[in-house]
């Protein structure tokens, strides 16, 4: 028995904020990505040419933009991160961000609690805002590792949450056949037994007939058994 490593998932959690935490948190993307436009157009701007690695970035915007906009320290970074990861993709023109963008959360700016809730930063302060899953998801967080996503789509706040799950094991079995699918012959295993397809071909001539004869009628009857007909020789070919 062997393991293959982790696989990454996504959990995708629906938050259930109140009328006026939902307006936090509409204003919390809108600076946000406000910040990182202007963040862009500095780093765009430097000459003799432009600023759009991280630690450079940083050293440029941080301080002036953790004042011009009014966020925390780990926020400014966040976008930091958000507009180096741009440029990252494409260093051909000046990268811009919509007003509702999603934002990455780390752990310094949001905190999952036992009672499937989030606490974390907006611009009106810390907010414990409750979210909506499924049992699959729910199996999945304790998995959770890495950035959050806040995500703004369709008048309603996600959670985008990364979860590193292990690979189920692999078991290794001596008993194993190899099967070769035909038409002639429906299957041939590597230990010698074929499985002629004769019965079959004469049971779809069979329907191609009764089907052929209720088609000519062109009644409501006809066009009803033909139906049921469909359904039968589609589930039989399985």
């Known amino acids: 028995m062997w393991y293959n490593g982790g696989v990454k998932l996504i959990v995708n959690l629906k938050l259930q904020p109140t009328p006026e935490?939902?307006?936090s948190l509409r204003q919390t993307l809108e600076r946000a990505n406000a910040a990182c436009n202007w963040m862009s157009e500095q780093g765009w701007q430097t000459?003799?040419?432009p600023t759009l690695k991280q630690f450079a970035l940083h050293k440029l915007t941080y301080h002036a933009a953790k004042e011009?906009?009014?966020?925390?320290?780990?926020?400014?970074?966040?976008?930091i991160s958000k507009v180096a990861d741009a440029y990252k993709l494409d260093k051909k023109r000046q990268r811009t961000f919509k007003r509702h963008g999603s934002i990455a959360y780390d752990d310094r700016i949001i905190r999952f609690t036992k009672s499937e809730a989030v606490n974390l930063w907006t611009v009106g302060g810390r907010e414990t805002i409750p979210f909506q899953c499924g049992d699959y998801q729910r199996k999945l967080?304790?998995?959770?590792?890495?950035?959050?996503?806040?995500?703004?789509?369709?008048?309603?706040?996600?959670?985008?949450?990364?979860c590193d799950v292990e690979e189920p094991p692999v078991i290794e079995g001596d008993d194993v056949i190899g099967c070769d699918f035909g038409i002639v012959?429906?299957?041939?295993?590597s230990d010698g037994?074929?499985?002629?397809?004769?019965?079959?071909?004469?049971?779809?001539?069979?329907?191609?007939?009764r089907r052929?004869?209720?088609q000519r009628k062109q009644t409501k009857s006809a066009k009803r058994k033909l139906k049921q007909l469909s359904g039968k020789q589609s589930r039989y070919q399985r």
């Open 68 to 79: 011009k906009f009014d966020l925390t320290a780990q926020m400014v970074v966040r976008c």
């Open 193 to 209: 037994e074929v499985m002629t397809g004769a019965s079959v071909e004469r049971t779809r001539r069979t329907y191609a007939h």
């Open 185 to 189: 012959n429906l299957v041939t295993t």
């Open 212 to 214: 052929r004869n209720l």
């Open 141 to 162: 967080l304790p998995f959770r590792k890495g950035e959050v996503d806040l995500v703004f789509r369709k008048g309603n706040f996600y959670l985008n949450a990364v």
């Open 47 to 49: 000459q003799p040419k």
């Open 21 to 23: 935490q939902a307006k």
